[in-house]
């Protein structure tokens, strides 16, 4: 059984910075929040670091954002803040947004999939060709009533487009990324981030946990302990999350037919796919289709 998501943590007076939900958009900056475990989410979050660095568990993997960088990704994978050094001098911007909207903006066909994948894009914040840290300070003023709301809307579709159109020039500044993994994690999370990636790569298939646990060459009691405490989710609930992302990019870019999408995303029948999609998502496949189109 999947665990309920956690929501998006809210402002308290232990947390300063700065929130505004617009329309469509959710913005905030200040220090990062503490995260007592993974949560996910259905928008697209794009973070900017200005000062400091946010660490993350992404998918059970390590993800390193440094000053200086933007990192873009769809929440629909378990994510967790891990490290956020120095917290107390930490400057950092979040924007999140409906995964509707971005379907409203047309991307094109490959911008849509690097943006709906289970992997972040992380990128030097020149990518966005201005200066970005500007952006937010208006965008905190224009979300917050009045006639400027569509302003700061219209410019975050436009940094977006900037990112996606120079990852697919020059791809990911990932770097850090590798280093962190190798510098800072133990076995433990070594075999964490074995179990995610093995997971990912091969969901569409049949495998169980016990395939993943012996794939990275472990126990599967000790396999699947590990990874609960150490991501905060089941590996089973992992696993089908990656499936239920999979099946909701199916469904919002293809015309595949339910079933079909259901055999496409790993689900064993569709029966198991529809109790799945319906307790996570609020709604049927079809009707997750339907509301979105």
Not at 144 to 156: H, K, R, S, Y
Request: hydrophobic share 40%.
């Amino acid at each position: 059984m999947l665990e309920p998501m956690d929501q998006l943590l809210p402002q308290s007076e232990s947390e300063p910075g700065v929130v505004v939900d617009g329309p469509a958009i959710w913005v905030r900056r200040g220090p990062a929040p503490q995260m007592e475990k993974s949560h996910r989410h259905d928008d697209l979050e794009l973070n900017y670091v200005v000062r400091g660095r946010l660490d993350y568990l992404f998918g059970g993997s390590p993800l390193r954002v440094s000053a200086g960088q933007i990192a873009i990704f769809w929440g629909a994978t378990p994510h967790r803040l891990i490290d956020h050094h120095p917290r107390e001098d930490g400057d950092n911007c979040w924007v999140h947004i409906p995964l509707t909207t971005v379907f409203n903006w047309a991307l094109p066909d490959a911008q849509l999939n690097d943006l709906l994948t289970t992997r972040p894009i992380v990128l030097p914040a020149e990518a966005a060709g201005r200066d970005v840290e500007p952006m937010f300070t208006s965008w905190l003023d224009d979300l917050d009533g009045g006639d400027t709301e569509q302003f700061a809307l219209l410019e975050i579709q436009a940094l977006v487009g900037r990112l996606l159109l120079y990852h697919a020039v020059h791809g990911d500044d990932d770097s850090d990324l590798h280093a962190h993994a190798t510098r800072l994690h133990s076995n433990g999370m070594r075999h964490v981030a074995e179990m995610a990636r093995f997971t990912v790569a091969n969901f569409r298939s049949q495998i169980s946990t016990t395939d993943i646990a012996e794939a990275t060459h472990l126990n599967p009691n000790y396999a699947m302990t590990l990874f609960r405490e150490t991501v905060g989710t089941t590996l089973g609930s992992y696993l089908i999350r990656c499936r239920l992302a999979e099946a909701q990019r199916l469904l919002l870019t293809t015309t595949l037919t339910t079933s079909e999408v259901a055999h496409a995303a790993g689900f064993g029948s569709q029966s198991s796919f529809y109790a799945h999609f319906t307790r996570t998502c609020g709604l049927s496949p079809c009707a997750y289709r339907r509301s979105v189109r």
